[in-house]
């Protein structure tokens, strides 16, 4: 069966009644959204902030993704439901999937085979409004700084240096760059403005980060959306008195959801920015309110460990004051014969000879997670059926010479049963040390460097470079905003910014094209290379085999 077929049979528990069963959340403190989903209300969480011990916090990340896939959502829920089959009271944190690669390459984000979050159907479509209301507080901003403008400027917004872009949760290339105000003076100021996908929002990281109801409202009202033609003064978004409003409509999106997995374990899906062009991590409120209910906490990060595990440690645990017990990496052998040259359609096939020259992958994120952060890590083989005896032997070899140990799991085809050994392994890891590692780079380094640590150290970059414009911006941003860590947008596929350099490429250089303050989320966005906030549809998008029937049973979502 697909995966949609699979969930759309699995019978699940009213949610209310779970909740209340398994962890004893009284029902008077969620909020439901039909019989699967709820809401958890801020005034139980800030209860259970005051009462309780927090749990063992395991971080799932994964080698360089490729075509072929790594599964590491779906290892997060099988491992998560192998630690609650073994009696370890366990609660699996994720992101909410982005409708723009549910309908565009990627597909849906609710794990896979029998290791899934349901309702499938509804996560990966509307789910409960979040990313809704993201877009509209980001685009309620947005009509308010036209607005402004038109109606006298009383704040000397210069128009050439509005930095706030509208949104929509949407791959629309057509919409990256677009002219405003056209049709007179009725229709307000002709300017160049674009879109950017709901996930690249800073509203989106700031609800991430936000630890309560007044964080989230002074993060919105310290969002810079312009500058006067000083060109340093900034305008904010307390300025134009829009965090108010904006918060408002953040209202309930603040608010962790409840679903649960096809074995009928709680699991929290909250927040979800983008790891290659944001900080692609669930949000603190769902993972911190997981720690107060659970012993342990599974948690993910978007994309490869250079990216969504960078900004999991070095952003999100300094912010959070969080700090994980073990690591899991995720890889695939047929993931990993790609990075060794070979094309998908041969992935099925045996080659050693790839396998081997693709482990290059594996071993550099091993060792930025061993060695650069101090974080004990397993890895786990997220198991196909054209893998063979002789692969799944090499790669195991080569895991043990390397002192990590190494599991075949196959949580996809049995669920949690599947990777009961890799639960055991991590668990134990968990209870015998001490939840600490160490940052990547001292905050107090200077913008550049902190770049630079990150391009040499996780990238195996022989260097990095800007232009005079980016160096003088990454300069007047020192001076202010020196203390900010970096969240780095670079292209998912390789270590590289060139998505095409597969393996572990070394000593190439990485360019720096732009560098953008976002104040209210607490960090300096570095682009580097040519990385799009707004993606584009593929020539077959997902959307075209997506159909719904006359009994309302939607098809064709993966």
Not at 230 to 251: F, Q, V
Not at 332 to 345: F, N, S, V
Not at 393 to 398: G, N, P, R, S, V
Not at 481 to 492: E, H, N, R, S, V
């Amino acid at each position: 069966m697909s995966d949609i077929e699979i969930a759309q049979k699995a019978k699940m528990k009213s949610i209310i009644h779970l909740a209340k069963e398994s962890y004893g959340i009284p029902h008077e403190h969620l909020d439901p959204y039909g019989h699967y989903k709820a809401k958890l209300s801020l005034e139980y969480i800030d209860k259970l902030s005051h009462d309780t011990q927090d749990g063992k916090l395991i971080l799932v990340t994964a080698i360089s993704p490729t075509p072929a896939g790594e599964g590491k959502t779906t290892t997060t829920v099988g491992l998560g439901d192998a630690m609650n089959r073994l009696g370890k009271k366990t609660i699996i944190c994720l992101r909410e999937p982005s409708l723009g690669p549910c309908f565009g390459l990627k597909g849906g984000a609710a794990g896979g085979g029998y290791a899934q979050v349901v309702p499938m159907e509804d996560i990966n479509l509307h789910f409960t409004g979040d990313f809704h209301a993201i877009g509209a507080a980001h685009n309620l901003l947005a009509a308010l700084i036209d607005n402004h403008i038109y109606h006298g400027n009383a704040l000397g917004i210069d128009a050439r240096r509005i930095k706030w872009k509208r949104v929509m949760d949407m791959n629309d290339r057509a919409l990256r760059e677009i002219t405003v105000g056209q049709g007179g003076a009725a229709n307000g100021y002709l300017r160049e403005d674009g879109f950017d996908i709901v996930v690249a929002s800073e509203v989106m990281a700031i609800l991430c980060l936000a630890t309560n109801r007044v964080d989230l409202k002074e993060r919105l009202g310290r969002i810079i959306v312009a500058y006067k033609s000083d060109k340093t003064t900034p305008i904010y978004a307390s300025d134009l008195k829009a965090h108010g409003a904006m918060a408002a409509l953040l209202k309930d999106a603040l608010k962790p959801n409840i679903v649960q997995t096809l074995e009928n374990n709680i699991a929290i899906v909250h927040g979800g920015p983008f790891a290659n062009i944001a900080h692609g991590c669930n949000s603190v409120m769902a993972t911190t309110t997981a720690l107060k209910l659970a012993d342990y906490v599974v948690t993910e990060a978007g994309f490869g460990a250079d990216l969504g595990a960078e900004k999991f440690l070095n952003i999100k645990c300094r912010s959070a004051k969080l700090s994980p017990s073990a690591v899991v990496l995720v890889a695939t052998i047929r993931a990993l014969k790609y990075h060794g040259g070979i094309e998908k359609d041969h992935l099925n096939q045996e080659n050693l000879e790839a396998l081997e020259a693709g482990f290059a992958n594996l071993e550099r994120h091993l060792h930025n997670i061993k060695v650069h952060y101090g974080l004990p890590a397993v890895v786990c083989i997220n198991h196909f059926t054209f893998d063979t005896d002789a692969e799944t032997k090499l790669l195991t070899d080569k895991c043990k010479s390397l002192g990590v140990e190494c599991f075949i799991s196959k949580h996809w085809a049995q669920g949690g049963k599947g990777a009961e050994e890799l639960a055991m392994a991590v668990s134990k890891i968990a209870d015998t040390r001490m939840p600490e590692f160490n940052y990547l780079y001292d905050i107090k380094l200077p913008l550049w460097e902190k770049i630079e640590t990150i391009a040499t150290k996780i990238y195996g970059a022989g260097g990095i470079t800007a232009s005079a414009t980016v160096r003088d911006e990454i300069a007047r941003l020192q001076e202010k905003y020196g203390d900010l860590p970096i969240c780095m947008a670079k292209t998912q596929m390789s270590f590289s910014t060139d998505p095409s350099l597969r393996g572990a490429p070394s000593g190439h250089t990485v360019e720096i094209s732009k560098v953008k303050l976002e104040n209210g989320a607490g960090f300096i966005v570095a682009i580097a290379g040519d990385m799009m906030t707004m993606p584009g549809l593929p020539k077959l998008p997902t959307a075209e085999r997506i159909d719904i029937d006359d009994a309302g049973v939607i098809t064709g979502l993966f």
